[in-house]
C-alpha cells in the first residue's frame, strides 16, 4: 500500500540537504545571471550571501546531523539457515 514511512529524523535531513541546494542555485542566479542592483539592492551580494549560506547549511546536514540520523548497524544474532530436506514429499 505505498512505500514505508520514514522516519522524521531522516526527513528532516533530506529537507536540510534540499533547502540547502536551493539556496547555492538560487544565490548563483541572483549573483551570475541579474545584473546591476535595483533601488540600492545590489543582486550579486545577496547571491554570494546566498551561496555561503547555502554551502554552510549543507555541510551542516551531512557532516553534522547526517551521521546522528543514521541507523545503527544490526546487533549481533544468531545466523539462521535454512535446510531443504529432501526425500520428503508435500502433503496433498
Same mark, same amino acid.
Given at each position: 500500500?505505498?512505500?514505508?514511512?520514514e522516519?522524521?529524523?531522516?526527513?528532516?535531513?533530506?529537507? +536540510? *540537504?534540499?533547502?540547502? &541546494?536551493? !539556496?547555492?542555485?538560487?544565490?548563483?542566479? =541572483?549573483?551570475? @545571471? /541579474?545584473?546591476?542592483?535595483?533601488?540600492?539592492?545590489?543582486? +550579486? *551580494?545577496?547571491?554570494? &550571501?546566498? !551561496?555561503?549560506v547555502?554551502?554552510?547549511? =549543507?555541510?551542516? @546536514? /551531512?557532516?553534522?546531523?547526517g551521521?546522528?540520523?543514521?541507523?545503527?548497524?544490526?546487533?549481533?544474532?544468531?545466523?539462521?539457515?535454512?535446510?531443504?530436506?529432501?526425500?520428503?514429499?508435500?502433503?496433498?
Amino acid at each position: 500500500m505505498g512505500k514505508p514511512q520514514e522516519s522524521t529524523k531522516e526527513v528532516e535531513v533530506e529537507v +536540510g *540537504v534540499g533547502a540547502s &541546494i536551493f !539556496m547555492i542555485a538560487l544565490g548563483a542566479i =541572483l549573483r551570475f @545571471a /541579474l545584473p546591476g542592483s535595483v533601488l540600492g539592492i545590489h543582486f +550579486g *551580494v545577496i547571491g554570494v &550571501i546566498l !551561496m555561503v549560506v547555502g554551502v554552510l547549511g =549543507l555541510v551542516v @546536514a /551531512l557532516l553534522i546531523w547526517g551521521p546522528r540520523y543514521r541507523s545503527p548497524s544490526a546487533p549481533d544474532s544468531d545466523v539462521v539457515e535454512d535446510r531443504r530436506v529432501y526425500g520428503r514429499r508435500p502433503p496433498y
